[in-house]
């Protein structure tokens, strides 16, 4: 005799984005992002620092997998102004969302078009100066005007960066996990 039980319907891949970022300010603009797209986002901050290693990402890599099915996307996000790490963070296998010199250039593209080399403490300055809403700028905290203003500018400041050379200084990579997150939430 035949079941009338319903058929389950097929288990689907599970889509995880894994970042691994150093700081708290990378931290507070991914689960930004975490918020604004809602997707399964896992970041790991501040715990490997400059033991990043292709080791370290399959680690974490392999945690977030209950099933094989499971597709796990780990992302580097990273400042290039520490030399020494640079070369480790190329040798994993992770996308690289690097900016050159620190991330707070990728804030700055939503409001100029940096082409120059700069200084990390001149990112900070001309963030500052760039518009009002960023005055008070302070490290990993946004503000609601901050917020605002960074959703209403990442087009722009996507099109700035992808001009820009990548690891060159400056350049930023955050835009990749950002039409990453545009494709994942058709």
């Not at 058929?7 to 300010?25: D, F, H, Q, S, Y």
């Not at 620092?49 to 990273?78: C, H």
């Not at 963070?89 to 939503?110: D, V």
């Not at 302070?138 to 503000?143: D, E």
Request: charged share 30%.
């Amino acid at each position: 005799m035949a079941s009338k039980r319903e058929k389950n319907a097929p288990m689907r891949m599970r889509k995880i984005i894994l970042v691994i970022c150093e700081g708290e300010t990378e931290e507070s603009y991914v689960n930004l992002l975490k918020r604004w797209y809602k997707l399964p986002i896992r970041i790991v901050s501040r715990v490997a620092g400059t033991r990043v290693s292709p080791s370290f990402v399959e680690k974490w890599t392999n945690e977030l997998k209950i099933s094989r099915e499971d597709d796990v996307q780990a992302y580097l996000m990273y400042d290039m102004d520490v030399e020494a790490i640079n070369e480790k963070l190329r040798s994993c296998k992770a996308g690289l969302l690097l900016s050159n010199p620190c991330f707070e250039l990728w804030l700055l593209l939503h409001a100029k078009d940096q082409r120059s080399a700069v200084s990390s403490d001149e990112v900070i300055k001309a963030l500052r100066d760039s518009n009002p809403v960023w005055q008070r700028y302070a490290k990993s905290v946004f503000t609601d005007k901050q917020k605002d203003f960074l959703k209403e500018y990442t087009p722009i400041a996507i099109d700035r960066a992808m001009h820009l050379a990548e690891f060159d200084n400056p350049s930023s990579g955050v835009y990749k996990l950002i039409r990453k997150l545009e494709n994942e939430h058709r």
